[in-house]
DNA sequence: ATGCGTGCAAATTATTTGCACGCTT
DNA sequence: AAGCGTGCAAATAATTTGCACGCAT
């Protein structure tokens, strides 16, 4: 985890933008953020799971509906991870992902991109704008697996 | 749509990559590249729609299956706009996305990054990458209906 | 001739939605 | 006091999978 802000920043500028953004600060919306930050890329059925003790009654569709106003405001990014599962994570620049095809294993890949965000919502008048890479391809252990049958 | 390449050539590219990896060479494989070299940004079950006019007995499986074979490939890159829907294209580099959080809006955008496929290829062990960017953000009438509410 | 790719249909499962209550503002 | 956010549970629909046949190699 290579956060440039510490939990406690995290959650006051998730505080902030809520707000800026006409969303009510909540303890759930704040308990997802801190889980983010620990969790690697958890699906949201692995948030709920992790609530459920921190809240004895916590909703699937409460964890939805929050990914979705996090995704709103530019603090959370989902991505599909193979076709079926949705996972999450904090949004940071230069944060990417490279995934496997096959087995939809994610690594991590920090790389400076020249790519202005900025000028793109400018352009668009779109509003929180966030920007991510997403590799594609097959991981080394799969490229063997499909190669095999051919042997 | 601004190829480099006509569909003959993706075509016969395809027919290449498609026996370099070890897949067969079948007419359905090839109506779907086709097919995605005329559309926008189809889902699966669109996809499907356009074929059985052509083949009367085609099945969703098969466009799956197809999809599927076609990005290990690096040919095909699916994305995810909304968190419920998959939609397919032929992958070009620097042809990229912004997506609206609440209406799924697709928005092409093509820029130049400063981006290494075959870098980061080499430095993972992962064959066939492809890359692509994808912005995120809230639309300018979608920015307009949630704030209204609050009006 | 062999075996992969296809078609069919059933099964799985992630995600969404509507309604009533409680908490935040 | 008012209304959004939450929880519950049922509904929706996209995607996957197994099996048998035909076609490409």
């Known amino acids: 985890m290579a956060f440039f802000l510490n939990k406690e920043q995290v959650r006051e500028q998730v505080k902030q933008r809520l707000k800026d953004n006409g969303y009510r600060v909540t303890s ?9 930050f ?4 958890p699906t949201a059925d692995e948030i709920y799971q992790s ?5 004895s009654n916590m909703s699937l569709a409460t964890v939805y509906n929050t990914l979705h106003s996090l ?9 599909s991870c193979g076709e079926k ?17 096959e087995c939809s294993k994610i690594v991590d890949i920090f ?5 202005d965000t900025a ?3 400018e352009q668009t008048g ?3 704008v966030t920007e991510s890479v997403e590799f594609r391809g097959i991981c080394a252990e799969c490229a063997d697996k499909l190669s095999a049958p051919a042997e």
């Not at 759930?28 to 983010?36: C, D, N, S």
């Not at 620990?38 to 890329?41: F, G, N, R, V």
């Open 51 to 55: 609530l459920t003790s921190e809240f």
């Open 126 to 128: 779109f509003k929180n």
């Open 111 to 115: 790389l400076e991109t020249c790519i």
């Open 38 to 41: 620990d969790l690697e890329h």
């Open 28 to 36: 759930q919306r704040l308990a997802i953020v801190e889980l983010l």
């Open 85 to 101: 599962c949705f996972r999450y994570e904090l949004y940071q620049e230069n944060h990417h992902h490279l995934i496997c095809n």
């Open 71 to 79: 995704e709103n405001i530019g603090t959370v990014r989902g991505f």
């Open 119 to 121: 000028k793109v919502a």
